[in-house]
Structures are given as C-alpha cells and as structure tokens.
Nanobody, 115 residues
Framework: QVQLVESGGGLVQPGGSLRLSCVASGSGIIIWNMAWYRQAPGKQRELVAAITSGGRPSYEDSVKGRFTISRDVAKNTVYLQMNSLSAEDTAVYYC?????????WGQGTQVTVSS
C-alpha cells in the first residue's frame, strides 16, 4: 500500500506561483507512476501532469510551459511547480500513484487563484 499526503495549496493571485508536494509512505515512489490530477467545482477530475517510474514527465496541454512535475526519490516526494497561475487553475489537486492494478490517491489540496 501507498499513503499519499499533499501539501502546498492555498490562495494565490493571478500570475503567481505555488509548489505542491506529495509525500509518499509505504513504498518507494521510484517503482510507481506518479501523477497530479485536479478537479474544479462541477467538473470531472483531470490529469494535469505525470512522471513515470523511469522519470519521464508529461503534461496536459493547458499547463505545458507553466507547470513542472518532478520527484525527489530520496525524500519519496513528488512536486508540482505551478507558475503563471490563472483562475482556470483553481481546483483541488490530487496526487496519484499507479502500478499495474494498484491505484492510490491522496486527500487533495485546494488551490485557489483569485485577486
């Protein structure tokens, strides 16, 4: 089993930045495909960024060039650096770990972009 705990969300002005963290316990993230999803009010949860067990990142089109996913294997932590934030980025952000049929989620962290 994997336990995931997100942090780093909050209120930020348009154009600002935030860095989300996801600390994993119970298993090393190096063997998991990790991802960040988000869910805005009234919308479906969507994939934002992912990093494979081999370290390859990928991004949803609307965040390319603004968001960066990374991991620190020694700290068992995955990060999502978010720059140039806009109101459309407002959502609850969830950390996810997948491997074969195993699929784990964190509790989510709220990101609100507003002036």
């Amino acid at each position: 089993q994997v336990q995931l705990v997100e942090s780093g969300g909050g209120l930020v002005q348009p154009g600002g930045s935030l860095r989300l963290s996801c600390v994993a316990s119970g298993s090393g993230i190096i063997i998991w495909n990790m991802a960040w999803y988000r869910q805005a009010p009234g919308k479906q949860r969507e994939l934002v960024a992912a990093i494979t067990s081999g370290g390859r990142p990928s991004y949803e089109d609307s965040v390319k060039g603004r968001f960066t996913i990374s991991r620190d294997v020694a700290k068992n932590t995955v990060y999502l650096q978010m720059n140039s934030l806009s109101a459309e980025d407002t959502a609850v952000y969830y950390c996810n770990a997948k491997r074969a049929s195993a699929d784990y989620w964190g509790q989510g962290t709220q990101v609100t972009v507003s002036s």
